[in-house]
């Protein structure tokens, strides 16, 4: 003997699953926010400088973090004072052209960047996409375009 079970609980069945799909559709995504280990800071770059590592060295811990640098101009005057080389500075600076370059957005809204110690990150660590972030030139190199 199999038993049909009453409209009742199919309804609420149904009304649990629609209640259900609509707090997942409404559901915005937040950008995670990042590990400390994954974003260089400007800080981990002047310690770096400090002890002596290459250009290539810190120019290989950018790349492979994928951290975006939004430097001001006084930010860049103030690092070259304490050390930091205009092939450094550069290289940082074309992090930032080049996803505005893919993004022409990032350049008129903070939406998407955080600021750490009074400077403005972006990149891999704060969830972009990838073709914002990879792909900047060596020092040197014309920004290459797909």
């Known amino acids: 003997m199999t038993t049909r079970p009453n409209r009742r609980s199919r309804a609420t069945w149904v009304l649990a699953a629609t209640v259900l799909a609509s707090a997942?559709?409404?559901?915005?995504?937040v950008p995670p926010?990042?590990?400390?280990?994954?974003?260089?800071?400007?800080?981990q770059i002047t310690d770096m400088v400090e002890n002596g590592s290459s250009f290539q060295d810190i120019q290989g811990r950018i790349q492979e973090s994928g951290t975006v640098y939004r430097l001001t101009d006084d930010q860049t005057q103030r690092l070259r004072g304490t050390g930091f080389s205009a092939t450094l500075l550069s290289f940082m600076q074309l992090t930032y052209t080049r996803a505005v370059e893919k993004n022409p957005s990032l350049?008129?809204?903070d939406e998407k960047w955080r600021q750490i110690d009074g400077y403005w990150y972006g990149g891999r660590p704060f969830g972009w996409p990838e073709e914002?972030?990879?792909?900047?030139?060596?020092?040197?190199?014309?920004?290459?375009?797909p």
Not at 33 to 43: C, E, L, N
Not at 132 to 145: I, Q, S
């Open 132 to 145: 914002w972030v990879v792909g900047a030139p060596r020092f040197g190199e014309k920004l290459r375009t």
């Open 24 to 29: 997942c559709a409404s559901h915005r995504t």
């Open 107 to 109: 350049a008129t809204s």
């Open 33 to 43: 926010a990042p590990r400390k280990a994954d974003v260089v800071t400007v800080q």
